[in-house]
């Protein structure tokens, strides 16, 4: 359901700001948003609270972030809650983003090696992935897990390519029980 409830209402407000010509701006002020309500949880709790009425917690949204936010946002923030959708402003707001990325053609790419890489290497692994994949630029995030012995496991959305050496350990692994049980 709150699947559903994400794609309805990111969908209206990305048909909206290619309507209006503001996807960059409301794609900034999406990921300002997020930052300032997970920092604020009160502020979430307070909206999400059932024996606050309606009609004072659109005078909160209007109290905080009149002037804050574009207009576009600002119907935006005040639909959601009218409708009682401010719990999954967080879904809604992540998924806005991805489909942003998506159109922009962002990927988001998650690398974790066994030791740390250095600037140059971290270059050579984005230009890769920028020649192997159809993103124009990417997000990158690095990680380290000493566990993998060496190699590297690159994460873009559901698609994983495991290099690592711990991995091809474990495949031999397998090969080699395989042959055993096979005599």
């Given at each position: 359901m709150a699947k559903l409830v994400s794609k309805v209402y990111g969908d209206a407000l990305l048909e909206a700001a290619q309507d209006r010509d503001c996807l960059d701006r409301l794609y900034e002020e999406v990921q300002t948003l997020t930052a300032v309500l997970k920092e604020n949880r009160d502020l979430i709790q307070l909206l999400n609270?059932?024996?606050?009425?309606?009609?004072?917690?659109?005078?909160?949204?209007?109290?905080?972030?009149?002037?804050?936010?574009s207009d576009e946002m600002m119907g935006f923030l005040t639909t959601v809650v009218e409708k009682g959708r401010q719990n999954d402003i967080f879904d809604i707001f992540q998924y806005f983003t991805v489909q942003v990325k998506e159109q922009k053609r962002i990927g988001t790419a998650y690398v974790t090696t066994a030791v740390e890489l250095t600037r140059?290497?971290?270059?050579?692994?984005?230009?890769?992935?920028?020649?192997?994949?159809?993103?124009?630029?990417?997000?990158?995030?690095?990680?380290?897990?000493?566990?993998?012995?060496?190699?590297?496991?690159?994460?873009?959305?559901?698609?994983?390519?495991d290099s690592s050496i711990k991995t091809r350990l474990q495949d031999l692994k397998r090969q080699l029980m395989d042959v055993q049980l096979a005599q």
């Amino acid at each position: 359901m709150a699947k559903l409830v994400s794609k309805v209402y990111g969908d209206a407000l990305l048909e909206a700001a290619q309507d209006r010509d503001c996807l960059d701006r409301l794609y900034e002020e999406v990921q300002t948003l997020t930052a300032v309500l997970k920092e604020n949880r009160d502020l979430i709790q307070l909206l999400n609270h059932p024996q606050v009425v309606k009609e004072e917690k659109l005078q909160i949204i209007e109290n905080v972030f009149r002037g804050r936010v574009s207009d576009e946002m600002m119907g935006f923030l005040t639909t959601v809650v009218e409708k009682g959708r401010q719990n999954d402003i967080f879904d809604i707001f992540q998924y806005f983003t991805v489909q942003v990325k998506e159109q922009k053609r962002i990927g988001t790419a998650y690398v974790t090696t066994a030791v740390e890489l250095t600037r140059t290497q971290k270059e050579q692994v984005m230009e890769r992935l920028l020649a192997t994949t159809s993103y124009t630029k990417f997000e990158m995030n690095y990680a380290t897990d000493p566990s993998l012995i060496g190699g590297m496991v690159i994460r873009i959305g559901d698609r994983v390519v495991d290099s690592s050496i711990k991995t091809r350990l474990q495949d031999l692994k397998r090969q080699l029980m395989d042959v055993q049980l096979a005599q």
